[in-house]
């Protein structure tokens, strides 16, 4: 089922950027009419409504909009043929009798930043549509005679009590480094002496540093000494910070003193069951707008979890040709785990081993300045990579 649609969705794309500022600041049709989806971004939430039209034969769906002030144009694909922007109005011509199946209202969460209207269409008979334009022309009235909204701040806070606003764009991308162990728990043990949870550590630091001297990123530590943390305080931490990545790091050991090479895990599906369960208990809350049915709540929810599963899979992949420059990497390495710190339903994770302490290669090449610095550079390079990925995407697509 998601393969062909991300076939279609490689295929056929059409999307244009608008100047920032703007309210709705950019529009992406995909798909070929079973489904076809609509995304629009925009800098506020807008009420999203949408309603069918049908004038001289040209059939649209109409989106008001509260606070748009311009106007923009591009094509469509898949039955919709062509897509305006106006001053309070968001609209697009079909090219074929299509009904909206959902629409979905995503407020910003993880590394998306913006608002997002999502709606998925579908090809129905000429009669259905017909009848659903006739029942939207007093309700498409209605909603366009409803004085605009004031400009409405992003109000995560009071969606979420538990976790406090994410940090304002402009201040870099929250990095959540995790340095593995600590404290009480040393981790594994060494082949030439040392422990992994001093490893871990200096790994952290040295990476922070890194990212820090770059300018572009905001990192914090889910500790910056020698102490102990529990696993689900890791994970709360790096939420309450807005974390837009999390890596968490450790060192493996293994029965053979042969076993070498880094290794990235990203969530299993094994472990995602954990992952409703442990958000229920620690109350890590995926933001969703006040006010949205449950129903609908529970749709966004599955969509938030399943862009950080696809976002952490990306980071993992970016970051194994990079380990591969620094040194040796597991075969197979890009592993699913059921991880503890990998849990968090809304920010993209991975756990990175970053070698094997029970072989001796490994164990030297960590706690040497030298091997240290080729992986926590490596490490850079993939989350340069994945963050360019985004703004690229985010401005381009
Ligand atoms: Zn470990």
């Given amino acids: 089922m998601l393969k062909p649609f991300l076939a279609v969705l490689l295929t056929f794309c059409f999307s244009a950027v608008f100047g920032a500022g703007a309210d709705i600041t950019q529009v992406r049709v995909v798909g070929d009419g079973a489904p076809t989806r609509i995304t629009a971004w925009s800098d506020v939430a807008e009420p999203g409504e949408a309603f069918l039209v049908e004038t001289d034969g040209v059939r649209r769906i109409v989106i008001p909009l509260g606070l748009n002030a311009y106007s923009a144009e591009g094509f469509g694909t898949g039955g919709v043929e062509s897509w305006q922007v106006r001053p309070g109005r968001l609209e697009f011509v079909l090219d074929r009798p299509m009904q909206v199946a959902r629409l979905l209202r995503l407020p910003p969460t993880g590394a998306e930043r913006q608002h997002r209207l999502i709606l998925d269409l579908d090809t129905v008979s000429e009669a259905r549509f017909s009848q659903a334009a006739s029942r939207d022309v007093r309700r498409l009235a209605a909603a366009e005679a409803r004085p605009a909204p004031a400009a409405r701040p992003v109000q995560q806070a009071a969606a979420r009590p538990a976790t406090p606003a994410r940090p304002?764009?402009?201040?870099?991308?929250?990095?959540?480094?995790?340095?593995?162990?600590?404290?009480?728990?040393?981790?594994?043990?060494?082949?030439?002496?040392?422990?992994?949870?001093?490893?871990?550590?200096?790994?952290?630091?040295?990476?922070?540093?890194?990212?820090?001297?770059?300018?572009?990123?905001?990192?914090?530590?889910?500790?910056?000494?020698?102490?102990?943390?529990?696993?689900?305080?890791?994970?709360?931490?790096?939420?309450?910070?807005?974390?837009?990545?999390?890596?968490?790091?450790?060192?493996?050991?293994?029965?053979?003193?042969?076993?070498?090479?880094?290794?990235?895990?990203?969530?299993?599906?094994r472990g995602e069951g954990r992952v409703d369960r442990?958000?229920?208990?620690?109350?890590?809350?995926?933001?969703?707008?006040?006010?949205?049915?449950?129903?609908?709540?529970?749709?966004?929810?599955?969509?938030?979890?399943?862009?950080?599963?696809?976002?952490?899979?990306?980071?993992?992949?970016?970051?194994?040709?990079?380990?591969?420059?620094?040194?040796?990497?597991?075969?197979?390495?890009?592993?699913?785990?059921?991880?503890?710190?990998?849990?968090?339903?809304?920010?993209?994770?991975?756990?990175?081993?970053?070698?094997?302490?029970?072989?001796?290669?490994d164990a030297r090449r960590l706690q040497s300045d030298a091997g240290r610095r080729a992986a926590t550079e490596a490490i850079k390079r993939a989350i340069d990579a994945y963050f360019e990925r985004q703004d690229v995407r985010l401005a381009a697509q």
């Fill in 278 to 361: 442990e958000a229920r208990r620690n109350n890590w809350v995926i933001p969703i707008e006040d006010g949205t049915p449950d129903r609908v709540t529970g749709i966004l929810t599955d969509l938030v979890k399943r862009e950080t599963r696809t976002r952490s899979a990306e980071f993992a992949e970016l970051l194994l040709p990079e380990l591969e420059r620094a040194g040796p990497v597991l075969r197979n390495t890009h592993r699913n785990a059921g991880f503890y710190v990998l849990l968090a339903p809304d920010v993209p994770a991975v756990l990175l081993e970053l070698g094997f302490l029970t072989n001796a290669a």
């Fill in 168 to 269: 304002a764009s402009g201040r870099g991308h929250v990095v959540v480094i995790d340095p593995g162990h600590g404290g009480r728990d040393p981790g594994a043990l060494a082949i030439n002496g040392g422990v992994e949870k001093e490893i871990t550590l200096k790994a952290a630091l040295e990476l922070k540093r890194l990212l820090e001297a770059d300018g572009r990123y905001q990192v914090r530590l889910t500790r910056e000494t020698d102490v102990y943390v529990d696993h689900e305080d890791r994970v709360t931490m790096a939420r309450n910070w807005g974390a837009e990545l999390f890596i968490s790091l450790h060192a493996d050991a293994a029965g053979s003193p042969n076993v070498a090479g880094a290794s990235v895990y990203t969530i299993s599906a």
